[in-house]
């Protein structure tokens, strides 16, 4: 379990993460979700003591990290996949981070074969390619069968089989009772992986909420309804009060009302349905809604390909860090 109360870094006067409070918990994979420049590498670092807060606190199962020991055992994290050695084998780079936590080193092959490096494990990862990189990453977060595993953007580079073999790793993870924290901007895959979220926006909390309830509280739901007897469906609608938006072909989107009492008025009126069928939103929509006043790096005219007066956009500040 990892918590985090009341945690603010400052740089100077710029305030990257602002009075964080929530706390991931064991036994399902946590989503952790902001716009570029939200803090999320930021806080992510302080978890690991890469970083201190200016104020606050972070306990890593009961304790800061700089207080474990043999830190692999307890907290596995992929951060930067390129911080591994270029001018060592794949192994060599496993085996040193083995021997430093006091991790047997047959561990080493055993992650070499479960991340699918095991062929190359004599190759240096300078010359790997992305993906390649990428899992190296995630092997040497897995080194030391740690109860937590943070990974921060893990299927960047990998290929679709890739893919699925890491959001399946996530969730066996997360089945074995571990706790899971993963930082992705890829709201399809977090669609698929995540059961809980924790969202930040220019260092504040947003939300702290399963991925259901994240996504009814963001979006609007609606039913689509389509018959060849449109009129007959609009009057219906009308005398019950209900709300439809006719988008042609005898179509309706109806938000007012659940698709069950629209099957029953349509029967009741014996009008025929072609088409009933929920619209619920998706996780990008519902992130777009909650955080559109914290996002940072904002699309302006270049996006229709006109240039504002004065030349090309620039961000609003020089900062990179998401």
């Avoid at 009341?6 to 305030?15: A, D, F, L, P, S």
């Avoid at 004599?122 to 995630?138: A, D």
């Avoid at 080194?143 to 290929?159: A, S």
Wanted: charged share 25%; proline share 6%; glycine share 10%.
């Amino acid at each position: 379990m990892i918590e985090l109360a009341g945690v603010t870094k400052r740089y100077g006067r710029k305030v990257v993460v602002d009075d964080l409070t929530f706390t991931v918990r064991a036994g399902c994979v946590t989503g952790f979700l902001g716009p570029n420049g939200a803090g999320k590498s930021t806080t992510m670092r302080m978890m690991l003591g890469l970083d201190r807060p200016t104020s606050g606190r972070i306990l890593i199962d009961g304790q800061p990290y700089a207080r474990l020991k043999e830190p692999l055992r307890h907290v596995g994290a992929l951060l930067d996949a390129k911080a591994m050695h270029g001018g060592r084998s794949a192994y060599q780079n496993l085996r040193c981070l083995a021997l430093s936590n006091g991790i047997p080193l047959a561990r080493v092959d055993e992650v070499l074969e479960e991340v699918g490096l095991a062929s190359v494990a004599k190759k240096r990862p300078k010359g790997f390619s992305l993906g390649m990189g990428q899992r190296l990453g995630i092997a040497a977060a897995l080194l030391g069968d740690p109860e937590i595993v943070m990974l921060d953007e893990p299927v960047n580079g990998l290929d679709p089989e890739g893919i699925h073999w890491i959001r399946t790793l996530m969730k066996r993870l997360a089945s074995e009772g571990r706790t899971v924290f993963v930082s992705s901007h890829l709201m399809s895959e977090m669609a698929l992986t995540a059961d809980h979220l924790v969202v930040i926006g220019r260092g504040r909390l947003l939300a702290d909420t399963g991925m259901q309830e994240f996504i009814y509280r963001n979006t609007r739901s609606s039913v689509r309804i389509r018959t060849p007897e449109p009129e007959k469906l609009r009057d219906a609608l009308a005398a019950e009060g209900i709300t439809a938006t006719e988008s042609g072909t005898g179509a309706f989107e109806v938000t007012d009302a659940p698709s069950e009492r629209l099957g029953e008025l349509a029967l009741e009126h014996r009008i025929p349905l072609h088409e009933l069928s929920p619209q619920h939103a998706s996780l990008e929509e519902a992130f777009i809604a909650l955080t559109g006043e914290a996002t940072e790096y904002r699309t302006g005219p270049l996006a229709t390909g006109t240039v504002p007066p004065g030349g090309p956009l620039v961000p609003q500040t020089t900062r990179t860090e998401s």
